[in-house]
C-alpha cells in the first residue's frame, strides 16, 4: 500500500514557477513508478510527467515537456514536479500516481494503483 499527499499548489500569474510536491508512505515507494496527472474542469485526466520506479527514466506529455521536470527521492519516499514558465491552460487540479510492483510509467491513469486527493493550480492570465 502506498499513501499519497500531495502539496505546493496555489494562484501563479502567467510566466511563473510552482514546485509540486508529493510525499509517499508505505514500503512499496522504492518499488512504484510514479506520475504527475492533471484534470481541468470538463476535461479527461491528462499524464503530464512520470518517472521509472528506478529512477532512470523519466516522461512527459507534449504539451509540457521542456517545461516541467519530474523528479524523486527515494531516501525520503518524496516526487516533485517543478513547473515553469506556466500558462492559463495549464490550471487544473494535479494528482500524484504510484504503480507499484516495479512496472514501467504509462499514459493511461487507470493503470495506476494510488492517487492522491489533489493540488489546485490556478495560472491567472
Known amino acids: 500500500q502506498v499513501q499519497l499527499v500531495e502539496s505546493g499548489g496555489g494562484l501563479v500569474q502567467t510566466g511563473g514557477s510552482v514546485r509540486l510536491s508529493c510525499a509517499a508512505s508505505?514500503?512499496?515507494?522504492?518499488?512504484?513508478?510514479m506520475a504527475w496527472f492533471r484534470q481541468a474542469p470538463g476535461k479527461e485526466r491528462e499524464f503530464m510527467a512520470g518517472?521509472?520506479?528506478?529512477?532512470?527514466?523519466?516522461y512527459y506529455g507534449k504539451s509540457v515537456k521542456g517545461r516541467f521536470t519530474i523528479s524523486r527521492d527515494n531516501a525520503a519516499n518524496t516526487v516533485a514536479l517543478q513547473m515553469n514558465n506556466l500558462q492559463p491552460d495549464d490550471t487544473a487540479v494535479y494528482y500524484c500516481?504510484?504503480?507499484?510492483?516495479?512496472?514501467?510509467?504509462?499514459?493511461?491513469?487507470?493503470?495506476?494503483?494510488?492517487w492522491g486527493q489533489g493540488t489546485q493550480v490556478t495560472v491567472s492570465s
Open positions: 500516481a504510484a504503480r507499484d510492483g516495479t512496472r514501467a510509467v504509462v499514459l493511461d491513469p487507470a493503470q495506476y494503483d494510488y
Open positions: 508505505g514500503r512499496t515507494f522504492i518499488s512504484s513508478s
Open positions: 518517472i521509472r520506479w528506478s529512477g532512470d527514466a523519466r
